[in-house]
């Protein structure tokens, strides 16, 4: 039986939606453009709960998310619970979405955007040929931690892709695959190829080729969590059930590193991105987010969710031109770069991300389509070629795990911070504009001291607020301005505070006792997921072969 919790009735019958307008104080612009010109059309939805009203009972979370899929059952149809938001994730019609924005019980309604690594629009540049090799362990300076015993050993870095296949490479370190993409074959952990190109990048030790091409941390253990389909494709809310199942798992793997090479594109601001909100959770619970940048340049304004979020370590990529040599680098061509709505500016630093050779999945989409990618080492074994910010990140996640083998209490911030004020310049001038603070460092980050803690002063997602209302509830009240619009803060109690935006823009954050909050009663992974619903919705038309971001005859 469900504890008690004090909460607005949920009407017994849809309420008849003909004529009703769209509620826009929790109905997105987007969504409500996407209502309009599909009128018709079952819309993937994220919905979202308003925060529980005291007192409060255990695992009031579970609650809520049980009562929005019972919502979105209501209105239209729910795939599962996201307790990570206290919501839950489904479609409707634009019929269905008017009646439930003028439920009082619900907060927020939004697009459930399509995530995938995406492909650059300009075409690569042409550079002289140079030696097709394992370059960025040596460009970033991760064999000189090698030197130093450093391998990753005992960090687990979970891959949010398509899932991970077993290789000679990666030996014995998988510890478990799950998928929320679609029905999950384990006979076949990575039908897309992608992910584990990626985790080859992070923890590949070159077995198979003879120490030829080795990844960024060749001891480190690795969690494969899909979230992407055959197809490359996801949704915002799959990338959710995995976040939220890393961190039900984190103490039991080990799990340290989330990586998240890929990306939505960005309709607002973080505020309300229910995907920031889901990976600022995972960072406030000790886990490094590591996100692409997006494949969007050169232009400005390109950076995708959740790289737009202020709080995750956001990697954007140099194009090395296939030389050691750093003085002939240029910020990638595709690299996305700029300052998203009320975050900061993106991204936080580079990673090598052009023609990385990583593990290769016979068979899979990408390995079908890209065969002009496959890469042959001198013992005969094959590895593929693959671009794009999606790598650079697994670069910087690789130098993470690095970095927590021999400083393990280190927190999300503190990595962040030590990240970001060790890189190294590249090219022939001053960094250009898009390249954050330069070029990852891996050796410099793993000797550093500590360097103070990044974040200072951010604003939290409003998901995040309202998932840890009940946990922050009787911490002392501080606030960014004892007068902000006009209003004397210092009289409000929890009793009589308005949880609201407006109080979310005072909070002082920095000043919360986050070691204080009883995670334990935040139910995080027992919520069913229906991972067939997603059979009974058209993707659009965007698959691999769209995203071989350096094919253009550049390498």
């Known amino acids: 039986m469900l504890p008690a919790l004090v909460l607005l009735a949920l009407p017994l019958a849809p309420v008849p939606a003909g004529a009703q307008a769209v509620n826009l104080q929790i109905v997105s612009p987007p969504l409500v453009a996407e209502m309009t010109a599909y009128p018709l059309e079952r819309i993937p939805i994220i919905i979202e709960m308003s925060a529980p009203q005291a007192p409060f009972a255990t695992a009031a979370n579970l609650a809520l998310t049980q009562q929005a899929v019972s919502i979105l059952n209501t209105y239209g149809q729910a795939v599962g619970g996201l307790p990570i938001v206290q919501g839950a994730a489904g479609y409707a019609t634009s019929a269905g979405i008017r009646a439930m924005s003028q439920l009082p019980q619900l907060a927020s309604i939004e697009q459930d955007a399509v995530v995938r690594p995406r492909r650059s629009a300009a075409a690569s540049p042409t550079w002289p040929p140079g030696q097709l090799t394992s370059l960025y362990p040596q460009e970033v300076n991760a064999t000189r931690v090698w030197q130093q015993g450093g391998s990753g050993l005992g960090v687990t870095v979970a891959v949010l892709d398509s899932g991970i296949a077993a290789d000679p490479d990666l030996g014995n370190r998988i510890q478990v695959e799950v998928g929320f993409a679609g029905a999950f074959d384990p006979q076949q952990p990575d039908p897309g190829g992608h992910g584990t190109h990626i985790a080859g990048t992070i923890a590949g030790d070159g077995t198979r080729s003879a120490g030829q091409y080795v990844g960024m941390a060749p001891h480190a253990n690795l969690v494969g969590i899909q979230v992407l389909n055959t197809k490359g494709n996801g949704r915002v809310s799959s990338v959710m059930r995995g976040i939220e199942w890393a961190i039900a798992h984190k103490a039991q793997y080990n799990i340290r590193v989330l990586n998240l090479s890929f990306g939505a594109r960005v309709l607002g601001s973080y505020k309300i991105d229910p995907l920031a909100a889901a990976v600022e959770l995972a960072w406030k619970q000790g886990m490094v987010v590591v996100a692409a940048a997006g494949n969007g340049g050169p232009s400005s304004g390109t950076v995708e969710s959740p790289g737009a979020d202020p709080y995750v ?44 050779v990583s593990i290769r999945v016979p068979g899979s989409s990408i390995d079908t389509m890209l065969p002009d990618h496959v890469v042959t080492a001198n013992n005969g074994s094959t590895y593929t ?25 280190l927190t999300p911030d503190q990595v962040k911070q030590i990240l970001t004020k060790t890189t190294q310049p590249f090219g022939q001038s001053a960094l250009p504009t898009g390249a954050g603070s330069g070029l990852l460092d891996a050796y410099a980050a793993a000797n550093s001291p500590l360097r103070g803690s990044a974040n200072l002063g951010q604003r939290l997602a409003d998901g995040v607020a309202r ?16 007068t902000y619009l006009g209003t004397n803060w210092t009289l409000y109690t929890w009793a009589t505070l308005p949880w609201t935006t407006t109080a979310w823009d005072n909070i002082a954050w920095d000043n919360i006792a986050w070691d204080n909050i009883a995670w334990d009663n935040i139910a995080w992974d027992n919520i069913a997921w229906d991972n067939i619903a997603w059979d009974n919705i058209a993707w659009d038309n965007t698959e691999w072969n769209n995203i071989a971001w350096d094919s253009f005859g550049a390498d």
């Open 385 to 409: 070629r693959l671009t794009g910010t999606s790598m650079a990140t697994a670069v910087v996640s690789g130098a993470v795990a690095l970095l927590l083998q021999s400083r393990p209490t």
């Open 467 to 482: 998932t840890l209302y009940a946990s922050l509830y009787g911490q002392p009240l501080a606030w960014n301005s004892a």
């Open 313 to 356: 370590i956001t990697v954007g990529a140099t194009d090395d031109r296939a030389t050691l040599t750093l003085t002939d680098d240029t910020l990638a061509w595709f690299s996305a770069w700029g300052t998203p709505t009320d975050s900061t500016p993106k991204p936080d630093l580079l990673g090598v991300g052009r023609r990385i």
